[in-house]
């Protein structure tokens, strides 16, 4: 099982950029995105369940970032409109959990990419 993340960049403030992560050899029910800056913990950005229909975010990032999937490319994606300088961080996608907010709980991660906002 492999997840391939990819998009990142740098871009000013205010811009917009699309991750995305593509899962080969299974599929997932629950994906999710999390961010981690240089010295602090990775944290939770969104999570989305296999319908689509149910997505959850961050406070920081709701409102700014859409977290979407394609479940016959086996893919999510993570929309970010309005990028501020401490949206700064590599992202991470993930999948496999029992607690979507909880990046403990996942059990397969992406390499991550790099986003980087600058003012």
């Known amino acids: 099982v492999q997840l391939q993340a990819s998009g990142g960049g740098l871009v000013q403030a205010g811009d917009s950029l699309g991750l995305s992560c593509t899962a080969s050899?299974?599929?997932?029910?629950?994906m999710g995105w999390f961010r981690q800056a240089p010295g602090k913990e990775r944290e939770f950005v969104a999570a989305?369940?296999?319908?689509?229909?149910?997505?959850y975010y961050s406070d920081a990032v709701k409102g700014r970032f859409t977290i979407s999937r394609d479940n016959a490319k086996n893919t999510v994606y993570l929309q970010m409109n309005s990028l501020r300088p401490e949206d700064t961080a590599v992202y991470y996608c993930a999948a496999q959990t029992s607690d979507y907010s909880d990046y403990r709980r996942y059990g397969y991660w992406g390499q991550g990419t790099l986003v980087t906002v600058s003012s």
């Open positions: 050899g299974r599929t997932f029910s629950t």
């Open positions: 989305i369940m296999w319908s689509g229909a149910n997505t």
